[in-house]
């Protein structure tokens, strides 16, 4: 202990460690109010440390070279000791990311977090969003199985539906007219270095951000549910009545975690095949096309907007549309009301838009 | 399209822009999955009425079609071009004369033809016994299995006793293959590398396979009791793997109290606090 007490004491002296535990643990305080859907954002940080640690171990076995990449793969999930474990986690958590990530962003949502001071956290959230299903597809050619094969050539092939450089763009992407070992090299670097390295530098934006502007109050179990901010200088928003972040929340933080945990180790160790299609251990063959060919299941809303339009680019136009849209929220909804039932017609788009996704990912599973 | 701020570089800026390509390109769509263009065979004798097209609606449903070995697979020809299609200068062969046709499959089922001229059967071809397309039929190829071996095929030509005889000695060993065969393909399909065992099952059903042809009933049963010692080692290393996968189960029921564990004590450890 006395060891303990010294070496702090060392660190205190050179770094004063102290003054910053005090102000960012005990000091920091956050509404009373505050919910457990504000934990979401300390899980997300969780998995994607976890998805770097696995990542990094599954990087020692795996070969990015199309003819050894399946052999590779077969190899981590048979031979190397606890292979299965560490790739099970790898692509249970990588699903589990895009989930939670949902539930995140569809608290901020309701709650009116993204509104006026908070553009460019709910921006830099967007953007992370959009990368994490960017290295979801990236990390889908990996394995070089007939699913990441033929799925990445259809997904490539849509990009191909832009008018004049449709075409140039689809040789971009994969580094030749068809998905080949070019097209492995490229998502392999972005996968592990480009995308994750672009995610992280986001991640500590969006921290910044939030430190700098401070914690958002939830619009619950007050009587005043406006968004009080003036545009005419820079305020902190703090919560001098609050509750420390640490031991308070940093508690609430860790239980939310262990609950995620169990939830994904449950689907670890009894159902890892949830998000393993049949030909997901078939290595790939380009002469033979699988009879059906599923995205995963946060793009099948995606998949099957594009089969209701006439036309690809169409589809493809529309769905831009509603991506920028989302982006944008925060500056076209500039409302002063946050609490999501005093805003019926919010309500009404949030809730409509949600369930509207959620149908088309079920036709698309069953189309 | 975004239009994320970002001081380009040359390379970093292509892969950054293959980043927000790829957030484009997230839609699979299964239009342009390509499928094989039909052959040239098939376009014209789809068309065709009775006789001539009636073989193309059979094959659809064989076990060659499930294969992808098409008509020029057998007959020869060009499929590619439909004006010489059927030209010898291209080497269509067209349909054998009843004696040719062990020696025509045989060109790719070398070993059955081996064992179909070593049997019975075999010995009779050209005195009215039967060839290859009696039993597996001609076009609607099935699969080979014991299902073959029935009273209504077998009694066109002699009386089922001995058939049934021989199919009870194997009936047995052919039910193990099958569910080896299914256990193989499940654990497979859940990333099992099963190369080796696919690989010792497709051996041992070749050498099942080449008693279908043997009327020597000793001979089946003595063979199939030797299969079955075979198969069930397999089956016991199937077994070792079902186990290791009860085993990780078990693994994770504690792993998962033990998460589900530490979440109710740090609930209540942060009830103390509130």
Not at chain 1, 4 to 28: C, H, N, P, S, T
Not at chain 1, 247 to 260: G, H, K, R
Not at chain 2, 3 to 12: E, F, I, L, N, Q
Not at chain 2, 146 to 152: C, F, H, T
Request: net charge positive; glycine share 8%; proline share 5%.
């Amino acid at each position: 202990m006395t060891l303990l007490k010294r070496m702090y004491d060392w660190i205190d002296v050179r770094l004063g460690a102290r003054e910053l535990v005090d102000k960012e643990l005990f000091g920091y305080l956050l509404p009373r109010n505050i919910n457990v859907w504000y934990s979401m954002g300390s899980i997300l940080l969780f998995i994607f440390a976890f998805q770097v640690v696995t990542g990094i171990l599954l990087l020692i076995f795996y070969v990015p070279d199309s003819e050894k990449a399946f052999g590779s793969v077969t190899h981590i999930m048979n031979n190397v000791p606890f292979g299965w474990l560490i790739r099970m986690c790898h692509v249970v958590g990588s699903n589990m990311m895009v989930l939670v990530l949902l539930f995140h962003m569809i608290s901020v949502l309701f709650m009116g977090s993204y509104k006026r001071p908070r553009e460019l956290n709910w921006l830099t959230g967007f953007i992370i969003f959009n990368l994490v299903m960017g290295i979801s597809l990236t990390g889908y050619l990996l394995p070089w199985s007939q699913l990441s094969f033929w799925a990445t050539t259809v997904a490539t092939n849509s990009v191909g539906t832009i008018p004049v450089i449709g075409q140039y763009l689809v040789e971009f992407l994969r580094g030749g007219k068809l998905v080949g070992p070019a097209t492995l090299g490229r998502f392999y670097a972005l996968h592990v270095a480009v995308i994750p390295l672009t995610i992280a530098a986001l991640v500590g934006l969006h921290l910044f951000l939030l430190e700098r502007i401070g914690v958002s109050t939830p619009p619950f179990g007050l009587k005043d549910t406006k968004n009080n901010w003036q545009s005419d200088k820079f305020r902190y928003e703090g919560h001098p009545d609050g509750i420390p972040f640490f031991p308070n929340y940093a508690l609430q933080d860790m239980t939310s975690i262990a609950v995620y945990l169990a939830f994904f180790l449950a689907i670890v160790f009894f159902d890892p095949y949830l998000f393993f299609p049949k030909d997901a251990f078939i290595a790939a063959n380009p002469y033979q096309t699988p009879a059906h060919i599923k995205p995963e299941w946060y793009f099948l809303a995606n998949y099957q907007t594009l089969k209701i339009f006439p036309s690809e680019f169409l589809g493809l136009a529309v769905q831009g549309v509603a991506m920028t849209f989302l982006a944008l929220l925060p500056f076209i909804d500039r409302g002063n009301e946050r609490h999501p039932l005093k805003r019926p017609l919010f309500m009404a788009c949030s809730v409509g838009g949600i369930l509207l996704w959620i149908g088309l990912m079920i036709w698309g599973h069953y189309s | 399209m975004k239009t994320d701020r970002y001081t380009p570089t040359s390379r970093g800026w292509g892969l950054y822009c293959l980043v927000l390509l790829l957030l484009l390109a997230i839609c699979p769509a299964p239009s342009q999955a390509a499928e094989p263009a039909e052959i040239v065979c098939i376009q014209c004798h789809s068309a065709l009425p009775d006789k001539l097209g009636e073989p193309v609606k059979l094959w659809k449903g064989s076990i060659h079609a499930e294969n992808g070995i098409a008509c020029n697979g057998c007959h020869g020809g060009d499929p590619k071009d439909a004006a010489n299609a059927m030209s010898p200068q291209r080497g269509f062969l067209g349909a054998p004369k009843e004696k040719d046709i062990p020696a025509f499959c045989g060109r790719c089922h070398v070993g059955v033809l081996k064992d179909y001229l070593a049997s019975a059967h075999g010995m009779a071809l050209g005195k009215g016994g039967p060839t290859c397309v009696t039993c597996h039929s001609n076009h609607l190829v099935v699969k080979a299995s014991l299902d073959l071996i029935n009273e209504k095929s077998c009694t066109r030509c002699h009386s089922f006793e001995r058939a049934q005889t021989i199919k009870s000695a194997m009936q047995q060993t052919e039910n193990l293959i099958i569910a080896t065969d299914t256990k193989i393909g499940s654990f497979k399909s859940q990333g099992v590398d099963t190369d080796r065992l696919e690989k010792g099952l497709f051996a041992l059903r070749n050498r099942f396979h080449s008693l279908f042809h043997e009327v020597n009933v000793a001979k089946v049963r003595d063979e199939s009791t030797q299969i079955m010692g075979e198969l069930k080692k397999l089956d016991g290393e199937l077994q070792g793997i079902e186990e290791a996968r009860g085993k990780r189960k078990i693994a994770g029921a504690v792993a998962v109290a033990a998460a589900l564990l530490a979440a109710m004590l740090l609930y209540l450890l942060k009830k103390t606090y509130d």
